[in-house]
């Protein structure tokens, strides 16, 4: 996969040399040509798959015109070519083929339907996140092919709208107006900070793979050992993940990272920031992890999903079906559910948690105290270790598989969480005064 993102490169570099001051049709073009060919390369005959849901996607829009019909018709039938390309490719092993880019793909048209949709509404029913991504015009083929198969996206991702690669073809998407971003230099260090990170995975990981859970060995192990292989283990294997999604320097090259001036007044070129590192690095919280991991695929699954359920009256039904979709999404395999109804699980109680301490005097001063440091290794013990948890179901598929590693280690995490979860409201009685506790209940 790294690989071939880094190939993306020189379509960048070629865009930004001869192609950046041609008319929108012939960019377009370019950059069909450019990702089909590269796609192509990597997945020969089968590109045929994303094609066709490409080519159905953009018949339902101008035959089915900006209804609901046209949304619902999108998802049902992206989700299902998708999860149909699951069910009959998928093994017990992490393969790369032609469903790990129609993932990608998949989220890209489902959100164009809601896009398109969004530019027919009035305004005034419009937040203004949606706003901001509405089609006001009807898309071409050629631009939704480009837009598609664009090469800073189309393998790994990330995601973005078509309003954003409107504006990159428009060449407003650069701090120099009406010439090439000054991009290579900021491009460069996020290509370099990838590598480290391939580098650290490249390292670490034959001394941590998947298989060794399902060894003897392992087994043997005492309980303590077991739970800190988890915790390294876990550190190791999300690597592979960062390694792919931080060297999108591509997106900054071409322009399409570009996200104007912040507020220390200089150019700001994380628009397509999948990953922030300083914060996935440092952070002792569940949620803090969650944040900066796969940026752009959660704002998708925020906006298009969580969000859209608004009319359910029901922040918590939102928040499991949002989670359900994303476990659907990655595959049929009963370990992605697990995964994500762990993280269900860990995260309401990780806010439970925060508002103990937030309300108890006791607990605040402690957190504020010198010994900080101290609790703050012990945060992130708790945190890899538990981040660790949930991530064996999701790497290891089946239910025969980490049904055992779970076994093995006592279903610990599920033990933990629960107790916890039952336990912070007599914990709020005891530490939380009087007064606190009937503020929060008027809250």
Not at 202 to 212: G, K, M, R, T
Not at 437 to 443: G, M, T, V, W, Y
Request: some cysteine; hydrophobic content about 45%; aromatic content about 18%.
């Amino acid at each position: 996969r790294v690989d071939s993102h880094v190939n993306w490169y020189p379509c960048a570099l070629l865009y930004r040399q001869f192609f950046f001051h041609q008319p929108p049709t012939v960019i377009h073009l370019y950059h069909a040509i450019s990702g089909l060919s590269l796609a192509a390369f990597n997945f020969g005959t089968q590109l045929y798959h994303s094609a066709l849901c490409v080519l159905v996607q953009f018949l339902m829009m101008r035959l089915m015109g900006r209804t609901i019909t046209t949304v619902l018709a999108s998802f049902i039938f992206q989700m299902a070519y998708l999860l149909s390309g699951y069910y009959y490719t998928a093994t017990e092993e992490y393969d790369i083929k032609w469903t790990m880019p129609q993932c990608v793909l998949a989220l890209k048209l489902i959100g164009l339907s809601f896009d398109y949709y969004d530019g027919g509404q009035e305004p005034s029913k419009l937040n203004e996140e949606q706003k901001r991504s509405a089609l006001a015009n009807v898309p071409s083929l050629l631009e939704v092919i480009g837009f598609s198969y664009f090469y800073g996206g189309f393998l790994v991702g990330p995601q973005f709208t078509l309003r954003s690669y409107q504006r990159l073809v428009k060449g407003e998407l650069t701090d120099c107006p009406g010439q090439p971003p000054n991009s290579v230099i900021p491009a460069m260090k996020r290509f370099s900070l990838g590598l480290l990170c391939l580098v650290i995975y490249a390292i670490f990981s034959p001394h941590y793979p998947d298989s060794y859970y399902l060894t003897d060995e392992y087994d043997a192990q005492p309980f303590w050992y077991r739970c800190v292989f988890i915790l390294l283990w876990a550190k190791v294997i999300l690597y592979k993940y960062v390694s792919c999604w931080v060297i999108e320097g591509v997106c900054i090259l071409s322009g399409l990272g570009y996200n104007g001036l912040g507020q220390n007044g200089e150019h700001q070129w994380d628009a397509c920031a999948n990953m922030k590192v300083w914060t996935f690095e440092t952070t002792p919280l569940f949620t803090g992890t969650i944040a900066s991991f796969n940026i752009n695929t959660n704002a998708w699954v925020a906006r298009h999903v969580f969000k859209r359920l608004k009319f359910l009256g029901n922040k918590l039904l939102s928040q499991v079906t949002a989670l359900a979709f994303l476990a659907i999404w990655h595959g049929t395999h009963s370990g992605y559910l697990l995964c994500f109804s762990m993280e269900f699980i860990i995260v309401n109680v990780e806010r439970q948690a925060q508002a103990l301490v937030r309300d108890s005097p006791l607990l605040t001063r402690l957190a504020n105290s010198p010994l900080y440091p101290l609790i703050y290794l012990v945060q992130q013990f708790i945190h890899w270790l538990f981040m660790g948890y949930p991530l064996v179901p999701f790497c290891l598929f089946t239910y025969d598989k980490w049904l055992r590693v779970y076994s093995s280690i006592y279903f610990c995490g599920h033990i933990f969480f629960f107790t916890l979860y039952l336990g912070i409201p007599y914990l709020r009685k005891v530490l939380v005064p009087r007064k606190e506790r009937s503020e929060k209940k008027e809250d």
